[in-house]
């Protein structure tokens, strides 16, 4: 299975401040997804990423919000823009590395963004 | 839209015991995917077991085994001979065939007591 490389682990940052969040896979994949876990919440789907096109967002996320930049087949950055406290969550990123979505996905082990 | 449920915010079991982590979900689909994954403190989300909805057979990973009631959409967990690393929380989600999103419950918290 692939392995997710996801940085920062760990900020804290300042309201109105962004901060970006990188994904490196160690396989190339087709799809790449970003997911937010909010405190004591389950994970939601925010946006895939796939490369060479625009990202696809769920209801509830805008890309003025979560830019997505997908360069190529290994990589992905999210960007949490403008954050206020509510932005406070882990940010984990996850692909499926065999293309076929119904093995399950892999996930990084997670960006825990505090905003104060 | 899906919903998966999970009843049990928190569980516990004494060390080699087994414990069940229910898990039901809604859905209109005959042919969709189920998973538990678990996440550790470390935050990193493990898949554990996954079923696929149109085999009627139970899937099993070693201590790990589900019960899945198609009729009933409930998708239970197993864990045999527990041990101090399975503590973690233990997520059920549901995936429609040829869909992407995960959709995931709120998990359920297990504390394994030596």
């Given at each position: 299975s692939a392995v997710i490389s996801q940085k920062p682990s760990r900020d804290i940052c300042q309201r109105g401040t962004s901060l970006t969040i990188q994904c490196q896979v160690d396989s190339q994949v087709t799809m790449m997804f970003w997911y937010r876990q909010q405190p004591g919440q389950s994970l939601t789907l925010i946006a895939t990423a796939n490369q060479g096109s625009e990202a696809t967002y769920e209801s509830g996320f805008v890309i003025d919000k979560f830019p997505i930049s997908r360069p190529n087949l290994t990589f992905s950055t999210l960007t949490v823009s403008n954050?206020?406290?509510?932005?406070s969550s882990i940010y984990l990123c996850s692909v499926d590395p065999t293309g076929e979505s119904n093995y399950g996905y892999t996930f990084g082990s997670g960006t825990r963004l505090t905003v104060v | 839209a899906q919903t998966v449920t999970q009843s049990q915010p928190e569980m516990s079991v004494q060390e080699a015991e087994t414990v069940t982590l229910s898990c039901t979900y809604d859905t209109s689909e005959s042919d969709y995917y189920l998973f538990w994954y678990k996440q550790p403190p470390s935050r990193q989300m493990i898949l554990v077991i996954r079923q696929e909805a149109y085999k009627q057979q139970n899937a099993t990973e070693n201590r790990f085994s589900v019960n899945f009631q198609k009729a009933a959409k409930s998708f239970s967990l197993k864990i045999s001979d527990?041990?101090?690393?399975?503590a973690a929380m233990y997520f059920c989600a549901y995936l429609r065939t040829g869909a992407n999103n995960l959709f995931f419950g709120t998990g359920t918290r297990l504390t394994v007591i030596p």
């Open positions: 954050m206020s406290p509510e932005d | 527990s041990q101090l690393g399975d």
